[in-house]
């Protein structure tokens, strides 16, 4: 709940009262769940690896080419066997979560085969992420938190409505 009130809050500048009906707490909860999740962040010690950004990449981009090419033995690979995977898909209610390499992997391996997408890698809160795009226009955003060379945590924004509020200038969007 904390991470989700800080990075709602943010990265997506979404009003505490709507953060409060997602995680079930009232608007001040929210804000302080927010400020906590902040000052742990700022006083957080992060090691070395997590900022080799091209290592990071390079991570992201092994599970994105295994995704495409089916490979499930591969998205594994890259997975954390405890991965968490969180999607925000608006709506009422909290975001589903999603937990383990092999979960994940089919989760992964069903949306690849839905249609394809131009995969766009971008920065997001310092970290690789990717815009999913179809028919030029954004429908998704990805955040990965990667440590020792394997993704521990995936979050996906698809609400419509706060993809379509995001600055994608830098990505041609």
């Not at 929210?30 to 999740?37: D, E, M, P, V, Y």
């Not at 009422?92 to 089919?106: I, K, M, T, Y």
Request: aromatic fraction near 4%; glycine fraction near 8%.
């Amino acid at each position: 709940a904390e991470r989700l009130a800080f990075v709602l809050r943010d990265m997506f500048a979404v009003p505490f009262d709507e953060i409060a009906r997602i995680v079930g707490r009232s608007p001040d909860a929210t804000r302080q769940l927010a400020s906590r999740a902040r000052r742990r962040i700022q006083g957080a010690e992060v090691p070395t690896q997590h900022t080799d950004r091209a290592r990071q990449r390079r991570v992201v981009d092994a599970f994105v080419a295994a995704s495409r090419d089916g490979d499930f033995d591969a998205l594994v690979s890259v997975l954390h066997p405890d991965v968490l995977l969180r999607v925000d898909a608006g709506g009422p209610g909290a975001p589903p979560e999603v937990r383990g390499a092999a979960a994940v992997a089919n989760r992964s391996l069903m949306f690849s085969r839905l249609g394809a997408a131009e995969r766009l890698a971008v920065v997001v809160n310092g970290a690789p992420g990717l815009v999913a795009v179809r028919d030029g226009r954004p429908f998704s955003l990805l955040a990965f938190t990667v440590v020792d060379d394997r993704i521990v945590e995936i979050d996906i924004l698809s609400d419509p409505e706060r993809v379509g509020r995001l600055d994608l200038s830098m990505v041609g969007l």
